[in-house]
């Protein structure tokens, strides 16, 4: 199983960013994908939500309910966050991880999101 991320992306404050995350060498549909976040300077990984690719439901963390989306596009095998109004503590690295058993286990590499004017 693998995850691909895309590379860094830059945006000002106020904007919005989507992030893909394809998936290859399992059964895409048959495990959710959770959306995490490590801001710099040695923080810990906050869950953003996560999304069943095997019917498009979708699950937010309360601290991103309304300023959040999580999409699929199955043909694809990808899903995508996309983080609306940003703010300069949005700049975090953003991963994307399959989750089995209640444990992420699969892991993407990483998408540096920088949010500066």
């Known amino acids: 199983a693998r995850l691909v991320q895309s590379g860094a992306e830059l945006r000002n404050p106020g904007a919005s960013v989507k992030v893909p995350c394809k998936g290859s060498?399992?059964?895409?549909?048959?495990?959710?994908i959770n959306w995490l976040r490590q801001p710099p300077g040695g923080q810990g990984l906050e869950w953003m939500g996560?999304?069943?690719?095997?019917?498009?439901?979708?699950e937010e963390a309360e601290k991103f309910q309304g300023r959040v989306a999580f999409t699929m596009d199955t043909s694809n095998s990808t899903v995508y966050v996309e983080l609306y109004s940003l703010k300069s503590e949005d700049t975090a690295v953003y991963y994307c991880?399959?989750?089995?058993?209640?444990?992420?286990?699969?892991w993407g590499s990483g998408t540096q999101v920088t949010v500066s004017s």
């Open positions: 991880a399959t989750e089995a058993h209640g444990f992420m286990e699969t």
């Open positions: 060498g399992y059964g895409f549909k048959n495990y959710y």
């Open positions: 996560r999304i069943d690719p095997a019917d498009g439901t979708t």
